[in-house]
């Protein structure tokens, strides 16, 4: 499917843990922002397409979790879709935005992931996040899983051991990818985590299971973000448009097929495909990095590094923001946190900026192509889905 659609405007909330914040002042915070952005109103959006992940387990709120929260902003009559795909809601939600305005159905319509993640009993949160794996054949995990810690940290802890054992990874890169994140987000307002931190800071952070420091790990955050998607490029905003070139999602490989490609690789490849690219013609990316393990094997599933080379790319600063291949420029799911629902949106946040140059302090010197995957869920230790996104200059 060819298309000529943009993306019009963005907005999201600062991630952090906000107990006194509900999914309606988050939500409004993002949209109001999105909508600014994009010189519209909200009698202008055709439909929206609503993530979010873990609302029913912690706010209790159930079925209705999209019109709930965009009721009290003025919307009404038009669809409301609420998408719920683990980690990867956000980007599942853009890519329906995109059908549906690549269809010729809507020209203008808004992605809206919203994530009030954290709750005063923290054993509600962690456990919330078992949900994202299959609760009937779900992978094994170490005691108090789920009650100190999220599940997911202990498979974070074995695709860490499984780059140690197989591609040469050490502790110490791992370390630096951390750092790396951290002292990005130190520079990004929106971040959860602005503190920044050196290698030797992630190394000597608490350990939550062997290898992975609690720095190695994203924070659980609440936050949102809003994406307007529109038919064309509108003339009068030269520079601010931001054309979809790709916009695909997978999910893990069938059951006893061997060699076939993880969800990230599948995405991935349809994404060069649609847009024409490879990843030669990338200039920066944000890819999922609920822990630096997952993201440094993201790298080669992305096509971006050869396996074997994640080592040396961590080593020597390829995916910093003066590197060959800045990686993560916002702080990423470490360093700028991760609201599950709103992460994607907030990857394509980050790209939309750096598209623009309205970054900042952390705006990249070539920014023309970006990329951002965001994974989600866990079915027999593989990445359930994933969704990639290719954006560039309209």
Not at 6 to 25: A, E, H, N, Y
Not at 224 to 229: K, N, Q
Not at 280 to 308: Q, R
Request: hydrophobic fraction near 40%; glycine fraction near 14%; charge should be negative.
């Amino acid at each position: 499917m060819q298309s000529d659609a943009v993306i019009r405007g963005v907005g999201m909330t600062p991630f952090g843990r906000f107990l006194g914040s509900s999914m309606k002042d988050l939500g409004r915070e993002a949209v109001n922002a999105a909508l600014d952005d994009a010189g519209i109103r909200v009698g202008d959006v055709q439909a929206v397409f609503f993530a979010n992940a873990l609302a029913g387990l912690i706010t209790g709120q159930e079925c209705i979790r999209g019109e709930t929260v965009t009721y009290p902003l003025g919307f009404g009559t038009i669809p409301v879709h609420n998408v719920e795909n683990a980690c990867a809601s956000g980007g599942n939600a853009l890519h329906l935005a995109w059908m549906a305005v690549a269809s010729g159905m809507y020209d203008t319509v808004l992605a809206l992931g919203v994530e009030k993640a954290n709750h005063e009993d923290r054993v509600r949160t962690f456990s919330a996040f078992g949900s994202g794996m299959d609760v009937e054949d779900g992978f094994a995990v170490g005691d108090d899983a789920g009650q100190d810690r999220s599940p997911f940290v202990d498979r974070q802890a074995r695709l860490a051991r499984t780059l140690f054992e197989d591609r040469g990874v050490t502790t110490e890169g791992l370390a630096r990818v951390a750092s790396r994140s951290l002292e990005n987000a130190r520079l990004n307002p929106m971040a959860h985590r602005r503190f920044g931190g050196s290698p030797q800071d992630v190394l000597g952070a608490r350990i939550v299971v062997d290898p992975i420091t609690v720095l190695m790990s994203s924070p659980i955050s609440d936050g949102a973000a809003a994406v307007v998607v529109t038919r064309r490029p509108d003339p009068e905003r030269s520079g601010r448009d931001v054309r979809i070139l790709a916009s695909r999602i997978a999910t893990r490989p069938p059951k006893g097929v061997a060699g076939a490609p993880g969800s990230a690789r599948a995405a991935g490849l349809a994404a060069y495909e649609q847009a024409g690219l490879g990843p030669g013609d990338i200039d920066f990316v944000e890819v999922h990095d609920a822990s630096v393990a997952y993201e440094l094997l993201t790298w080669s599933e992305l096509g971006l590094c050869e396996p074997g080379q994640e080592q040396e790319w961590a080593m020597k600063g390829h995916t910093e923001r003066s590197g060959a291949m800045p990686v993560n420029a916002s702080g990423g799911l470490v360093g700028r946190g991760h609201a599950l629902g709103a992460s994607g949106l907030a990857q394509v946040f980050e790209l939309t900026q750096q598209i623009r140059g309205d970054a900042g302090d952390r705006q990249l010197p070539r920014a023309r192509v970006g990329l951002a995957q965001i994974g989600g869920g866990v079915i027999d230790w593989e990445t359930a889905v994933s969704s990639v996104h290719i954006l560039a200059g309209a």
